[in-house]
């Protein structure tokens, strides 16, 4: 890849977090509690443990998050079925206006996949499923580096 190439695709990955930084601030969320609740809404329910996984938060600090998402009205916890041991957290609301929020990033993109050929929307939807794979794979290596044995 290319100087450029590099460059403009940390130009893009920047865009996007900060749009969801703003997305968040405009929705009166902080960016942890806007990031899960997209990954609740990407996932389903989730245990308060798989939450704490997929925030990388520890479990003090994701107990913290539900709270406060569900003072909001935005979560419940629910007992899980099959373990009463353990709490499933539901999505229950998006944040007021959110998706007014959301409309104009949703509509300028929408315009940017329009003026593409098929092919390409194609090409790229495969790439964005792919990378998303890969960054999760490597955030994993990042929170749980593999030590070597000792000699």
Partial sequence: MSADAGKIFRRYLSAGVINALATAEAAGLNATDYYALNLLDLSGPLTSGDLAVGTGLTTGATT????????????????????????????????????????????????????????????????????????????????HPQTPPPL
């Fill in 64 to 143: 913290r998050l539900i709270d406060r998402l569900e003072k909001g009205g935005l979560v419940r916890r629910v007992p899980d079925p099959s373990d009463r041991r353990k709490v499933i957290v539901e999505p229950m609301a998006r944040p007021d206006g959110l998706e007014q929020l959301l409309a104009g990033t949703r509509r300028r993109l929408g315009e940017v996949f329009d003026g593409m050929a098929e092919g390409d929307r194609e090409v790229l939807f495969r790439y964005f499923t792919q990378a998303a794979d890969a960054y999760q794979t490597a955030t994993q290596e990042l929170r």
